[in-house]
């Protein structure tokens, strides 16, 4: 029984490695060409000229015929031509309101539109005409000190006017 099993086993390996190489991408030649034969044998019984015999082979490789992937497009690398304007350091920064505690923050530029209070982490929220101001102020040894400031559009993914908000934060605190 062992032995059948290996002929079974070996005839079957045969057979695949004989068919393997017909692939859906790739054309079989040999089948190609006995088609070729028998209409050049069929055209000749009939004394046409086939178009077979009119067409030049266009490579003179003797392998099936395989599309060759495209080459993609090179991506052209731009710099930015539009220059971003930086906003004069020596007028305003809003680094200096770190570490300022909630009272001079109040005295400064008032009181804020909207406060939130999450934990050890407290935020206000001053909206101007030109921006946005987010103070965040992290609590330390019972106080609530400043780390962090940023600016924002008043409009959802719109553009701000650094010098505008500047100037009118610096009205605010004169």
């Not at 680094?95 to 935020?123: A, H, M, P, T, Y």
């Not at 959802?156 to 010098?163: E, F, M, Q, V, Y």
Request: aromatic share 10%; with cysteine; net charge positive.
């Amino acid at each position: 029984m062992n032995t059948n099993f290996n002929k079974i086993i070996f005839c079957f390996c045969i057979v695949f490695f004989i068919n393997s190489c017909h692939t859906f991408e790739h054309q079989n030649i040999f089948l190609e060409n006995t088609k070729r034969i028998s209409n050049l044998e069929l055209s000749n019984k009939q004394g046409k000229k086939s178009e077979i015999d009119d067409q030049k082979p266009k490579d003179n490789k003797e392998m099936a015929p395989i599309n060759l992937p495209k080459k993609k497009e090179k991506v052209q690398k731009l710099t930015l031509q539009t220059k971003i304007k930086v906003p004069n350091v020596n007028n305003f920064n809003l680094d200096r309101f770190v570490n300022w505690n909630e009272e001079e923050i109040i005295k400064s530029l008032g009181k804020s539109n909207f406060i939130k209070q999450e934990g050890r982490l407290k935020n206000y929220q001053y909206h101007l005409k030109e921006c946005f101001i987010d103070v965040f102020f992290l609590k330390k040894n019972g106080v609530y000190l400043v780390s962090y400031i940023e600016t924002r559009p008043t409009i959802l993914n719109g553009k701000i006017n650094i010098n505008a908000c500047f100037k009118e934060i610096n009205q605010i605190l004169n």
